[in-house]
């Protein structure tokens, strides 16, 4: 993981790339259960909502590369490891989140969302 604490890396990745409580869940569930394949059904039966919620939620993650889409006639998810940073970056979300669910949890309802954050960081001014 690079350098800072492990808690101080982990409150950051949440705050860049998770959006809510149920997607930091499906990231989880599908990193501590590798190399199980989740549908979108699968995901919805472990998190007790809607398929089409969770397949939203799924499709996100692989967005970002957090989660890869398996091919085939029904979509299928799966976690992937970018890198060695990757993989320590997961398991300290995974132990700090276990430690601190209300932290966390709250950390996550109070942010802005991600379009919100997206076009004010478009008039961010950087040196040049």
């Known amino acids: 993981m690079p350098q800072g604490s ?10 860049d790339e998770i959006d809510s409580v149920p997607q930091l869940e499906a990231l989880l569930l599908i990193w501590n259960n590798r190399p199980k394949e989740w549908s979108s059904e699968d995901m919805a039966k472990a998190l007790y909502d809607k398929a089409d919620v969770t397949q939203g939620i799924l499709k996100s993650l692989a967005q970002r590369r957090l989660i890869v889409e398996v091919s085939g006639e029904e979509p299928r998810f799966t976690a992937i490891a970018n890198s060695p940073d990757t993989e320590a970056m997961l398991i300290a979300l995974d132990g700090v989140y276990r430690r601190e669910i ?8 109070s942010k802005a969302s991600r379009a919100v954050r997206d076009f ?9």
């Open 6 to 15: 492990g808690r101080e890396q982990v409150d950051r990745f949440i705050l």
């Open 102 to 109: 209300v932290r966390i949890s709250t950390m996550i309802h």
């Open 120 to 128: 004010a960081r478009a008039f961010r001014f950087t040196k040049e």
